[in-house]
């Protein structure tokens, strides 16, 4: 059992930077796979940007490659969504979601999450 509490996000300008957070408890933090995903009103949950357990392979949705960047600190147990030129089209609900071993984009494959953190950015 993972337990994921998610921090960082707000009400910004188009344009602006946000970096959210995701701490993690419970079970050995390096085991899992992590995700971020977001669900803006309306839609359905999508895939954001995935990270495996050592932190060298990393995937991205093609709506944010090139803007946003995850890390994750297996130190600290965290991991992290660098979101940076931040669009209207980005504002959504930010979920962190654990994935015991395996790296991928589908949200049926990730065993825990986070409640959520929202990110509101204004055109």
């Known amino acids: 059992q993972v337990q994921l509490v998610e921090s960082g996000g707000g009400l910004v300008q188009a344009g602006a930077s946000l970096r959210l957070s995701c701490a993690a408890s419970?079970?050995?933090?390096?085991?899992?796979?992590m995700g971020w995903f977001r669900q803006a009103p309306g839609k359905e949950r999508e895939f954001v940007a995935t990270i495996s357990r050592s932190g060298i392979r990393l995937y991205y949705a093609d709506s944010v490659k090139g803007r946003f960047t995850i890390s994750r600190d297996n130190a600290k147990n965290t991991v992290y969504l660098q979101m940076n030129s931040l669009q209207h089209e980005d504002t959504a609900v930010y979920y962190c979601a654990a994935s015991e071993g395996v790296t991928t984009t589908s949200s049926g494959r990730y065993n825990y999450w986070g409640q959520g953190t929202q990110v509101t950015v204004s055109s």
């Open positions: 419970g079970r050995t933090f390096s085991s899992y796979a």
